[in-house]
């Protein structure tokens, strides 16, 4: 199975803050990579898919970056709507497998 | 507007059944794989199962494989999991996923718990 892990597990930011959390895969999976993000009590919310493609409607502080086995979501100016769990996820192959998750919140 | 609805979930003893639902509506149902994925409580996300638009394509995580079934249904649009052989580790919120390798959309999710 390729396994996901992300850096770091958690962090604290405040309002207006850049933020960047990675993602690694244990092999190459391309760009067969996605990003969601999850808020408490509610179901992942898909923020980037193929690496680096906004999906429709989220906001263009959003940014995927990476292929192969490195990858980035950057957060350029966060919002008081952004602190919540992020999570990666690859598609390259089954078992489809998700990152442990970087929660983001206020410092 | 694209809707995910599950349901079946419940509080159930180890080694019994469940069946869980998902119905898709405001989309062609037919054309798109559908996913479980599940959260155990305070924790990440597993994928559990997925199948085809056609069902010709079904995979498990290991962890499941041959205790859980998924199955699909389109003219009815609806997916199901059946469940068997539960136990405590299967305990989660289950989550219906429209999608091959990228999931868009997500219904709430459904609660299982396996606990005598």
């Known amino acids: 199975d390729i396994q996901m892990t992300q850096s770091p597990i958690s962090l604290s930011a405040s309002v207006g803050d850049r933020v960047t959390i990675t993602c690694q895969a244990s092999?190459?999976?391309?760009?067969?990579l996605n990003w969601y993000q999850q808020k408490p009590g509610k179901a992942p919310n898909l923020l980037i898919y193929?690496?680096?493609n906004l999906k429709t409607g989220v906001p263009s502080r959003f940014s995927g970056s990476g292929s192969g086995t490195y990858f980035t979501l950057t957060i350029s100016s966060l919002q008081p709507e952004d602190f919540a769990t992020y999570f990666c996820?690859?598609?390259?192959?089954?078992?489809?497998?998700f990152g442990p998750g970087t929660k983001v919140d206020l410092k | 507007e694209v809707q995910l609805v599950e349901s079946g979930g419940g509080l159930v003893q180890p080694g019994r059944s469940l069946r869980l639902s998902c119905e898709g509506s405001?989309?062609?149902?037919?054309?798109?794989?559908i996913h479980w994925v599940r959260q155990a409580p305070g924790k990440g996300l597993e994928w559990v199962s997925g199948i085809s638009w056609n069902s010709a394509s079904i995979d498990y995580v290991d962890s499941v494989k041959g205790r859980f079934t998924i199955s699909r249904d389109n003219a009815k649009n609806s997916a199901w999991l059946q469940m068997d052989s539960l136990t405590a580790e299967d305990t989660a919120l289950y989550f219906c996923?429209?999608?091959?390798?990228?999931?868009?959309?997500w219904g709430r999710g459904t609660l299982v718990t396996v606990s005598s």
């Open positions: 405001g989309f062609t149902f037919e054309n798109y794989a």
């Open positions: 996820q690859q598609y390259e192959k089954y078992p489809r497998t």
């Open positions: 996923v429209r999608g091959t390798g990228t999931f868009d959309y």
């Open positions: 193929d690496a680096s």
């Open positions: 092999q190459d999976i391309s760009d067969y």
